[in-house]
């Protein structure tokens, strides 16, 4: 299986400031054949299923604010969030669709300093 | 309204049965692979298994930690995806995710139904 670890944990961060969450997998999920990674990045807000942010690694989901970017390639993976919003304040997930089954990070829980 | 409605859920002893209903509507159920997600309490995400689509054959993939105890299943005609759990164990209590991909095959995760609750308890 794939192992995907998330790093950090949890993050505090000031409204307006730079989040900066890491994904690392087990091994590449990049398909050569296609040049597409195969990692995507979810968000989770209490009480709600989790909503998909980020596919093929950088690609914006549709109504997706601007200031969620993706980044990275074969192992290494990067979800950024320029210039926080209140409405931010989630867990963040990395999952990777390369092979089966199909695997999540641990979530990195991002809050208001 | 595209949305993905799941119901089916509640108390059960462990060794216990249930089988999940998911409900889709507002879009070609029938193109899409379909995805059974779980969340225990306070956890993370973890994926259960999945339904292929008519052009793959219907292949059905599942966890390691769920093979051979849950089944799963679509039926296209009524839009709908199953997930029967047998033998079921305290572990297995969980929030259930009803997921589509992206597109009509291996993709990312982009509509998730609201869950519905699943405990295994005596």
């Known amino acids: 299986d794939i192992v995907m670890t998330q790093s950090p944990d949890s993050l505090a961060v000031s409204l307006g400031e730079r989040a900066t969450i890491n994904c690392k997998s087990s091994?590449?999920?990049?398909?050569?054949?296609?040049?597409?990674?195969?990692l995507s990045w979810y968000q989770q807000k209490p009480g709600q299923p989790p909503k998909l942010l980020i596919y093929?690694?950088?690609t914006r989901e549709s109504g997706v604010p601007d200031r969620f970017s993706g980044s990275g390639s074969g192992t290494d993976f990067t979800l950024t969030i320029s210039g926080l919003q209140a409405e931010d304040v989630a867990v963040y997930y990395c999952?990777?669709?390369?092979?089966?089954?199909?695997?999540f990070g641990g979530g990195t829980k991002l809050e208001i300093k | 309204e595209v949305q993905l409605v799941e119901s089916g859920g509640g108390l059960v002893q462990p060794g216990g049965s249930l089988r999940l209903s998911c409900a889709a509507s507002?879009?070609?159920?029938?193109?899409?692979?379909m995805d059974w997600v779980r969340q225990a309490p306070g956890k993370g995400l973890e994926w259960v298994g999945r339904?292929?689509?008519?052009?793959?054959?219907?292949?059905?993939e599942y966890a390691a930690s769920v093979k051979g105890r849950f089944t799963i299943s679509r039926d296209d005609s009524k839009n709908s995806l199953y997930l029967q759990m047998n033998s079921l164990k305290t572990e297995d209590t969980a929030v259930y995710y009803c997921?589509?991909?992206?597109?009509?095959?291996?993709?990312?995760?982009?509509?998730w139904g609201q869950g519905t609750m699943v405990t295994v308890s005596s």
């Open positions: 093929w690694a950088s």
């Open positions: 339904a292929r689509n008519k052009a793959n054959s219907y292949i059905i």
């Open positions: 999952q990777q669709y390369y092979g089966s089954p199909l695997t």
């Open positions: 091994q590449s999920v990049l398909y050569r054949s296609n040049n597409k990674n195969y």
């Open positions: 997921v589509r991909n992206l597109y009509g095959g291996n993709y990312a995760l982009d509509m």
């Open positions: 507002g879009f070609t159920f029938s193109d899409h692979y």
